[in-house]
């Protein structure tokens, strides 16, 4: 178990619907990191959220937006999703940036 | 062309042979990190690196800044090694780009 916790695990949806997908980082760590895996693109950052506030965008689509809550953890939405958002969406976080990161296990989404 | 590339693209040896991954890079980064994941699709951290070298076990991570060039190292190579090594550039603000992975193949 790293310390970071990602849910779900799993998840199967339709096109056109709309998930969320939660990070819990490691306790003490106040930045969090979205990154996407998929098949073609390889690992990709989002987005990256420290102690509430957006710190840096990456190729995040505008069909998705996430946040980070005052208990800092955070959500990914997802909304009119497409065939090609089926990926392994992973978190991350770190206290600083400065002394690595922590990844979770990841969240394996399906879009049929 | 690739912000970080890294070579080879697959690599497959015989236990206990010493490994070489190498990372180029072409952006600004304030640090250059080494990940694994295995095959289950977890990601760990291996290291940080913003100069110099580091070792951890068997492993071994060393960064050249003026040539933007940095390599991983295995030595006495094992099975349970096989996995994606990827290097990534870091930048300061938080975001990360990844090079395209390597897939090491650690024969028993």
């Known amino acids: 178990d790293s310390g970071v916790t990602q849910t779900p695990k799993h998840l199967i949806t339709a096109t056109g619907q709309r998930v969320t997908l939660r990070c819990s980082p490691r306790?003490?760590?106040?930045?969090v990191y979205w990154y996407q895996q998929s098949l073609d693109q390889g690992l990709q950052f989002l987005i990256h959220?420290?102690?509430?506030?957006?710190?840096a965008k990456g190729n995040i689509l505008e069909r998705f937006s996430a946040q980070q809550f005052p208990d800092l953890h955070s959500e990914l939405n997802l909304s009119s999703l497409e065939l090609g958002d089926s990926a392994l969406y992973f978190c991350?976080?770190?206290?600083?940036?400065?002394?690595?990161?922590?990844f979770g296990s990841g969240t394996r989404l399906t879009v049929v | 062309k690739n912000e970080v590339e890294q070579s080879p693209q697959n690599l497959t040896a015989q236990e206990g042979e010493f490994i070489t991954i190498n990372c180029s890079y072409s952006?600004?980064?304030?640090?250059l990190h080494w990940l694994q994941q295995h095959p289950g699709g977890g990601i760990v951290s291996l290291f940080m690196?913003?100069?110099g070298k580091k070792k951890h076990g068997r492993l071994i991570a060393t960064i050249n800044i003026q040539e933007k060039h940095s390599s991983l190292h295995i030595t006495a190579s094992h099975p349970r090694d096989s996995a994606v090594y990827i290097c990534s550039g870091g930048t300061s603000y938080g975001k990360l780009t990844f090079g395209q992975g390597t897939i090491l193949t650690v024969h028993p």
């Open positions: 690196l913003s100069s």
């Open positions: 959220y420290y102690n509430g506030e957006e710190r």
């Open positions: 306790s003490g760590d106040l930045s």
């Open positions: 952006v600004g980064i304030s640090a």
């Open positions: 991350a976080s770190s206290t600083t940036g400065r002394y690595g990161y922590t």
